[in-house]
C-alpha cells in the first residue's frame, strides 16, 4: 500500500498564501476542522502552518497576531513525501522528521496530505477487520 492510497486528496487539502493573516488561517482551521494549512503558491508548497504553530509563534511569543501571515508562523520546506512511498516508510520518516502532517507530491507538484489522525484511522478500521478474522475462526470467549 502506498500514500497515493491513503492520502486526502488535494480538494480536501487546505491552502493558503503566504499573505494570508494568521486570523484567516486560524478561521479556516476551524471551518474545515484540520489542525494545519499548507502554505502554496498553485502546487508549489513553501510552508505549513500548525495549530501549534500559530499558538507559539504567534500568540505565546507575544507579538501582535493581527499583523501577522502564514510566512511568519511557517515552517519553510515542510518534509513532504512522495505519492509513491510505502505506508510503512512513511511511518518511519514521519518518525525521523517528527512531524505529524507530510502534504504529499507527485512529480512534484502538491497532491494531497496524510496526518497521524488519518494513519490512527487506518490502522483502527485494519486492526477492527484482523480482527473480526480471528473472531469468525475461533470459539467464542466467554471471560471468566
Do not use: N
Amino acid at each position: 500500500m502506498t500514500v497515493r492510497d491513503i492520502a486526502r486528496p488535494r480538494d480536501e487539502l487546505v491552502t493558503a498564501r503566504e499573505d494570508t493573516p494568521i486570523r484567516e488561517l486560524a478561521k479556516l482551521m476551524e471551518d474545515r476542522k484540520v489542525g494545519s494549512v499548507v502554505v502554496a503558491d498553485g502546487d508549489d508548497i513553501r510552508g505549513i502552518v500548525t495549530d501549534r504553530d500559530i499558538a507559539l509563534k504567534c500568540v505565546a511569543a507575544g507579538g501582535d497576531a493581527s499583523g501577522m501571515t502564514a510566512r511568519d508562523a511557517m515552517t519553510e520546506r515542510p518534509f513532504t513525501v512522495d505519492a509513491d512511498v510505502g505506508v510503512f516508510d512513511l511511518f518511519r520518516q514521519m518518525r525521523e522528521h517528527g512531524v505529524r502532517r507530510a502534504p504529499i507530491t507527485d512529480g512534484g507538484r502538491l497532491t494531497g496530505i496524510v496526518t497521524m489522525d488519518d494513519l490512527l484511522v487506518l490502522l483502527q478500521d485494519e486492526m477492527h477487520e484482523l480482527t473480526e478474522i480471528i473472531r469468525a475462526e475461533s470459539p467464542p470467549y466467554t471471560p471468566a
